[in-house]
């Protein structure tokens, strides 16, 4: 079936360093790729997202770039801060206009002052 | 106002109890969601609502009950639950179903934390 495999799941930086987290999907009809930051005791928020007719995308410090080809998309984040420590979720969209998103396992994100 | 509003933020139930979970959203979106969340996991789909409508039920056991009142409400009826089944349990909206190409924007409430004991 669909898969979403997102890397690494832990990932610890220092305070302005930059972060990057990977996802590989599997279904070469998804065309919505949206990230989502989750901090504890909260739900997902959407901090991003792409879709298939864009490569790259820019937010201030965040942006997301993605590679049809491969079936691949990227989250980087520059100038961490303390306040980015979170876990992240990746998602694709379902090839067939379903409202299904397939979820990455998350990127549990640590910035170290 | 881009919030979605879940109550309560906390549950403890019995196993031979009923209670309610409940949903807010005044974005005038047409589809809602319920997601189920376990600990250090992503999100697992359960159902979708579309312009009131029951559009996705994801082999979810009949011991969880949807509904949607409005446009704007949904509810989560939960009746004689197993330990298994607490989790964090999301509410989410998007302003409507897929249209052919164009995936809508999911947001999510904070959850409501449910234990069974």
């Known amino acids: 079936g669909e898969n979403v495999e997102q890397h690494p799941s832990t990932l610890s930086v220092q305070e302005g360093d930059s972060a990057v987290i990977k996802c590989t999907y599997s279904?070469?009809?998804?065309?919505?790729f949206p990230w989502y930051k989750q901090e504890l005791g909260k739900g997902p928020q959407l901090i991003i997202d792409?879709?298939?007719?864009?490569g790259e995308k820019k937010d201030q410090r965040i942006a997301v770039t993605l590679n049809k080809t491969a079936k691949h998309f990227s989250l980087h984040i520059t100038e961490t801060q303390p306040e980015d420590s979170a876990v992240y979720f990746c998602?694709?969209?379902?090839?067939?206009?379903?409202?299904?998103?397939?979820f990455g396992s998350g990127t549990r994100l640590l910035v170290r002052p | 106002d881009t919030e979605v509003t879940q109550t309560p933020k906390h549950l403890v139930m019995g196993m031979t109890n009923k209670k309610s979970l409940k949903c807010e959203q005044h974005?005038?979106?047409?589809?809602m969601y319920w997601y189920k969340q376990k600990a250090k996991k992503p999100p697992e789909l359960m159902f979708v609502?579309?312009?009131?409508?029951?559009?996705i039920n994801e082999s979810v056991p009949s011991r969880f009950s949807p509904e949607c009142p409005n446009s704007s409400l949904l509810n989560l009826h939960l009746h004689a639950l197993q330990p298994e089944d607490s989790a964090l349990y999301l509410c989410?909206?998007?302003?409507?179903?897929?249209?052919?190409?164009?995936?809508?924007?999911?947001?999510f409430g904070s959850g409501t934390q449910l234990s069974v004991l």
């Open positions: 989410a909206s998007s302003h409507g179903p897929p249209r052919g190409d164009l995936y809508e924007k999911l947001f």
């Open positions: 279904d070469s009809a998804s065309n919505y």
């Open positions: 792409i879709r298939s007719n864009v």
């Open positions: 998602a694709a969209s379902m090839g067939d206009s379903s409202y299904k998103l397939i």
């Open positions: 974005m005038g979106h047409r589809a």
């Open positions: 609502y579309s312009y009131e409508k029951l559009s």
